[in-house]
Each structure stands twice: as C-alpha cells, then as structure tokens.
C-alpha cells in the first residue's frame, strides 16, 4: 500500500491488515506510556483546505503517539479564491521534506491528484506518481473519508465479531447506513469497504438525497427506514444531515427538517426495534433532535463516542503501515 | 510563401479516383483524371513562381470550416489569440473558422466583432468570421444589437452565447425571430442552468462513484426540445451546438422528421471520449457539456453518420496552464480542438467505416459553411473556377499527440500522448499554401 485514498482500491486482505494492526494500537493505547517510538525522525503534514478539528486532531494523535513529527497546515478556501493552490502547497510540503501527507479537502479526488498529478515532484502535470510520500484521503469533497470508513469497520468488528477478531472480516452482517447518501464521502468510503469485508449494506435516504447511479453500487437502496430496521440491521449508521437541505429554495432537497426526522430520523421507538446485539453508529458531528435523537445518541447501544477513540487506533495503523518498513 | 498557382499531382478528391489538379491564381483552373494521362503536363503557366507537388495519393478535400472555436482574443491573450488560434486552425485543415462571442469584452457590439475580424485578416490564415452574442454581456436578458453586427464589415450571421445559454424562452424566441430579417441563425448552448448549479460532470454511475456533482443529460435535452418547437413555432432556423447525448439526437432525428428547420452539432472530443475519462480526477477531461457515456457516444457516431448531426464543430476552448493545473471542481471547462479534430473524426467515424471521405468533407467544410452563410467562398466543390479553398490529407499517416508540438498557445488537449490516425499535408487558403508539408509557411 503505497497511499490510503479510497476504499473502493483496498484488497480485503490490505483492509484487514489495517484492522487487525489497528488492534494492536489500540492495546498499547491501554498502557500508561501511549507513546511508540515507531515512526521517530518521520514528518507527517496535516494539510487541511476544509476545517475538520476533529479528523485533524485524530491524525495529530495518532502521529504523535508513533513519535513522527507533526506539521499542521490549514488554508482555508482553495485556488478558486485564489489563495494558494493545492499544487504550490504541494510543492511546498515537498520541499520541507515530508514523509506522509494526511489532506482534507472540499474537492473530491483532490487526495489522488495529489498522489498522481505529479505535483508533489514538481514535474508535468500527471507527470509520474512521486516515489516517496504517502498520502493519505482525510476527505476529500463527496468522495471518499476511508480512514472513517475504517474506523467504523474497526468499531463494528470489535462489538459484532468480537474483541479478538484478527484476521475476520465482517462477513454477513447487516449494516444500514441511513440520510443524505448524496453528499456523503462517510457513506461512500463505507460502502465500499463493508462490500470488501463481507457485510450486506441497505442505503437508506429520501430519493432526493440518493445519488443517480447508486442502483450500480455494492449496496440495497431503500426509502423506507422503518422497513430497513423490521429487517434486524446488525447496525444502523446514521449520516448527518445539514440543515440547508431542507425548506425552500432550489439548494433544498427536503421539505423540512421535521418531515425528515419523522421519516428518517433515529428515535426512541425506532431504536427500541433494533436487536439488543445491534449498534448505533455516527460520524459526528451529530445533529441532536435532527437524524439522531438524544436517547439514541446516548443508549448504551450507542458507539459513537467509542468510535472517536478508535479513530485514533485506525489512524495510527495506517500511517505505521504506509510508512514503516518503508526505507 | 509559395504562390497561389500550382499543380498538385496524384491527389484524390473526396478519396476516389486520383486526378492532377491546377490551380491558377488561387482558383481551381484544371483536373486531369491520372488514368487519363497521356504524358504530357497540359497546359501550364508560365509564371515563374509556379510550382508542382507531388500529392502521392493523399485525399483532397475542401478546406474545413469550424462554426464553434474560442480565439479568446480579445481578453484572455494569455490563453490564444485570432493569431495563434488561427495557426492551430491551419495546421489542422480549416480555411474558416467562427469564433465565438465571450471574449471580454462580449462580442455584443458591432465594434467588438469588427476587431476581432481585423484581427483575423491581418493573421491570413484562415477566414475568421466573428460569432456575435446573443443577448448583451451573455447575460441572457436584453437581445444584444444584432443588426448592427449583421451590418458590421465582420458581416455577422452566425449568433450564439455559448458557454451560456439563452435560458428564458421568451428571449429565445425573440431571438429567433429577429435574425430571420438578415438570415441569420442562432446556435444555442443547450444547458438548462437551473438543472447544472454546481455540476461537474455527466451525472450517473461514474459522478456518483466519484463525488463529482452531476450534469443531467435531461439539462440539455429539455432546452434543446424546447428550442427545435420555438423554432418551428416562428418558423426560423435553429444550430445545436456540441449535442452530447443521446435524447438529444433521438429529439434532433425527430425535429427533422417533422420539417424544423434545425442542424445539429457534435465535438470530436464527445465522438471519442466517455465519462470514464473522469475516473483520474484529470481536470483535461473536464469539459461542457461534459464527456457522456458509451451509449451516448455510439448514439452520436450514428447521429453523425445518419444526418441528424449535421456538422462537426470542435469547440476548441483553450486554456491556460493554471486553469487546469488544480483541483476537478476548480478548473476551467473545456479543451483544445482545432489540430487534432480530423484524426479524432478519422479514427471514431471514417475508420470503423461510418463516413467516407466525402461525408468528412459534408460535415466539415460543406455544411458547416452553408449553416455560417458562406458557402459562396467556402465548402465549394473541387471543381474547376472553385477557389482553392482545400486541405490535403495523409490518412496512412500515425501521429502522436503532443500539445507543446501544437500551434495553440494553449496546451489542454485530452489526446496527448495517444497515437492517432490521420495528417494534414498542406491547407491552402484561396490558393496559398499556409501549411505545406504538415508546417506552417513562413509568411513573406
């Protein structure tokens, strides 16, 4: 695995190696020194273009807790505002010498230009793939999120599979993924990588908010949640939904945010039908009251704050393997 | 430069029968049947400066015409101007070529146009005819002054606000009617934009793969059927630039039938290439409309071969280095076209054996000129008093695609290094050979 980009070009065997190798993270997470001296001497840049907190700091941890050196550089706005351009910041980073390049980005593919433009040597454009960094997809656009992706997976096999499942997949579970699919990066990146691993996964949103050629992808579409969850989903991942979908204007996709969550949204009664053995996952940040309600946010079968821990452990597995061992 | 009187030996017109072809001061004065040939050269001039070339059976054909390039001059020099985009326009075959109206400032007035034709005949290329805006600014408000172009000395005909289309119905359908006093014809963007805020590409299972907002095709069909009954309705002529899907050949094909007065475009670049091109996030496929699907491309080939799509247009837009050199979602639309759209059209159309050679001169120099109202000067027949007017090609001939060899100043071409079929030998312009042995004359 020379980058991490997407979870649709992650062999089942890769996947699970990151899983498993996640881990073993996670247990030396347990230990009173978190520290590993794995990746010391190496310079991973977090290149934001798109304010996540959260995703930055969960790179910055797992970088750290492997002793690599850390470089956080946000830019806000893109070479449409004219501000410097994806390409200079690129060349930029190259120059300080960086090992891993962790980007988030508004723009979908803005990860694979990156690995594959050629920018990162200062060559033509789609010139050659450079030889020594590694890039790694923190979000790219609509795309793609697979560290999230992996995360989630990591979550779902500890509480489904088991704690010690290394070397499994996630075969036949049944995973339903629910909200605005179309806009989703969390939702594609999912997809993918539950199809790898061997999980049966339901989409389940409003039409308006199912992307044109899904019917193509790895996965059951459904509008109907109520159905969806009558099916005894091993787990229910609940997408966010941003409000300037709904109501008015020709951006809406909805009628409103309460006709929403009466469809779509995770409430008491809704929870109270999935199986005791069944988990309730999110991305964060959620909406409360919108596509998740409090007491499911916040019901014992709820993982959510579970999975930000294990963001960590997943994020320390894929920069170990993109860069150890790699002289 | 070489003189405008000659003999080209051993040339075959529309790729039949090869003839020996004199020209005489720029026009066509003899045509000799090889076969026919009794050893001796005929009649001959006996100017010093004429000269001879042997044509070594390539294909003649008349010069082609291009109703849909962007020479971006004036306003964005550092993209192309009417000089260089007219070098790109030689070497690819074309005696004339349309340029269209967003230029800054907008080709909407009689003043702009007139420059951008000056500019064209202090170049002498090829004819370059200005395409005037439709509506002032592009904006698609106000009809811009259209016959003050039509009366300008650039003689406007052609109307267009490509890039943008003419939206609001009512303001299409005043348009329509407003160029029938001076035949003219309007070529419409079809791009419903209400349907393609924000859209990146063709929307199907490639856009929803990659995260790239979606371009319905039904954006472009509901304005081009819209467009073919509003012409109908006030019985004028409609051109339908860059068709780029299949419902929109299937309502062209069905337009026709029921006698709309409507002709139809379509790109190399769409004759060629798929959305599948996106999968690398390479912003040189990124294009408008945007590159469609297989089956589109297959319903294009047979519009093309069929007559539903009358023309080939390249849509030639080029664009600076930085425009492309970014992120899908920041870059610039479009790609050049001029000096590869033959090879695009020999190796999508003539070699699988959907058009012959005489049907690459219909739909890229005949019918062409005749929708830009030239076809007193341009698309004539090789014949004898025609002007000569013609572009000599080496089918055989293999050529890899490389934008720093080409005249554009732009280097945004979605072939580079793909081989393709196909080579112009020598475009001559009213007799002048401007290309001659695949290089442009150096001017005297």
Excluded at chain 2, 69 to 81: F, K, S, V
Excluded at chain 2, 143 to 163: H, I, P, T, Y
Excluded at chain 2, 204 to 226: D, Q
Excluded at chain 2, 415 to 426: H, I
Aim: hydrophobic share 40%; charged share 20%.
């Amino acid at each position: 695995m020379q980058h991490l980009l997407s979870t649709a070009e992650l062999s089942r065997a890769d996947a699970i190696d990151i899983l498993d190798t996640a881990a073993q993270m996670a247990a030396t997470q347990e230990r009173e020194i978190k520290k590993l001296p794995t990746l010391r001497g190496r310079t991973v840049v977090n290149l934001f273009f798109e304010d996540s907190t959260r995703t930055r700091i969960s790179f910055e941890t797992a970088a750290k807790r492997l002793s690599a050196d850390v470089i956080n550089f946000s830019a806000k706005g893109s070479s449409a505002s004219k501000g410097e351009s994806l390409k200079d910041t690129a060349l930029t980073l190259n120059a300080m010498g960086a090992d891993a390049v962790v980007v988030r980005s508004a723009a979908s593919g803005a990860a694979h230009q990156l690995a594959h433009s050629g920018w990162l040597t200062g060559s033509s454009f789609y010139g050659s793939d450079h030889p020594g960094v590694a890039i790694l997809n923190a979000g790219d656009g609509t795309h793609q999120h697979p560290t999230q992706a992996l995360l989630d997976a990591y979550t779902m096999r500890r509480h489904l599979v088991g704690p010690d499942a290394l070397g499994q997949g996630l075969d036949g579970l049944k995973v339903a993924i629910v909200g605005d699919v179309l806009h989703s990066r969390v939702a594609r990146s999912n997809v993918w990588l539950l199809k790898t691993l061997g999980a049966d996964v339901t989409l389940v949103a409003p039409p308006t908010l199912l992307p044109v050629g899904a019917e193509t992808w790895p996965a059951k579409l459904s509008y109907d949640l109520d159905a969806t969850l009558a099916a005894k989903p091993d787990a229910v991942m609940m997408l966010r939904v941003q409000r300037e979908r709904m109501g008015g204007g020709s951006s809406a996709f909805l009628p409103s945010a309460q006709e929403y969550t009466r469809l779509y949204g995770l409430d008491r009664k809704r929870l109270e039908v999935l199986p005791k053995h069944g988990i309730v996952l999110h991305p964060g940040p959620m909406n409360r009251g919108l596509e998740i309600s409090a007491e499911a946010a916040d019901s014992p079968q709820s993982v959510i704050v579970e999975q930000v821990a294990n963001g960590v452990a997943v994020r320390m597995a894929a920069l170990y393997l993109l860069l150890a061992g790699k002289e | 430069m070489r003189s405008n009187s000659f003999r080209l030996a051993n040339v075959r017109p529309y790729g039949v029968e090869p003839v020996d072809i004199t020209v005489t001061n720029g026009v066509i004065s003899n045509i000799t049947p090889v076969s026919q040939e009794t050893g001796h050269p005929g009649e001959l001039p006996s100017d010093d400066e004429f000269w001879e070339l042997d044509g070594k059976d390539h294909i003649l054909l008349p010069g082609f015409v291009d109703l849909h390039t962007h020479l971006r001059e004036p306003g964005r020099e550092d993209a192309e101007t009417v000089l260089s985009g007219s070098k790109a326009a030689a070497l690819g075959g074309y005696t004339a070529v349309f340029a269209m109206a967003n230029t800054n400032p907008v080709a909407d007035t009689a003043g702009v146009v007139e420059q951008v034709w000056r500019l064209g005949q202090n170049a002498a290329l090829v004819d370059v005819h200005p395409v005037g805006a439709v509506t002032v600014g592009l904006r698609g408000e106000q009809l811009a002054e259209l016959g003050a172009m039509a009366n300008s000395r650039a003689k406007v005909r052609v109307f267009s606000d490509d890039g943008h289309c003419v939206s609001d119905s009512v303001v299409m359908r005043r348009a329509l009617e407003y160029v029938k006093a001076f035949d003219g014809v309007i070529a419409q963007h079809a791009q419903e934009p209400s349907l393609t805020v924000g859209a990146q590409m063709n929307e199907g299972v490639v856009s929803s793969e990659l995260g790239l907002a979606g371009w319905p095709a039904v954006a472009e069909e509901s304005i081009i059927a819209r467009d073919v009954l509003l012409a109908e309705h006030v019985g004028s002529c409609l051109h339908v630039l860059h068709v780029s899907t299949r419902g929109s050949v299937e309502i062209i094909r069905w337009a026709k039938q029921r006698g709309i007065n409507v002709t139809a475009e379509v790109t190399p670049h769409h004759l060629a290439l798929t959305d599948e091109s996106a999968r690398g996030y390479n912003p040189i496929f990124k294009v408008n409309p945007p590159l469609r699907t297989a089956d589109d491309v297959r319903a294009l080939r047979e519009g093309l071969a069929d007559g539903t799509i009358d023309t080939v247009g390249t849509d030639h837009a080029p664009h600076p280095v930085e425009d492309k050199d970014c992120e899908w979602a920041y870059a610039a639309f479009g790609m050049t076209g001029l000096e590869t759209a033959l090879s695009v059209v020999v190796k999508t159309m003539v070699e699988p054996g959907l058009l012959t050679w005489a049907d690459v001169a219909r739909v890229m120099s005949v019918t062409p000129a005749r929708i830009g109202r030239i076809s007193h000067e341009q698309g004539r027949p090789i014949a004898v008093g025609e002007p000569a007017n013609l572009v000599l090609v080496d089918p055989d001939a293999k050529r890899m695609i490389d934008p720093r060899a080409q005249a554009t100043a732009s280097s945004n071409t979605p072939f580079v290094g793909t081989e393709l079929p196909g080579k112009v030998v020598a475009t001559f312009l009213r007799g002048t050979p401007v290309v001659f042995d695949g290089v442009l004359s150096a001017t005297s």
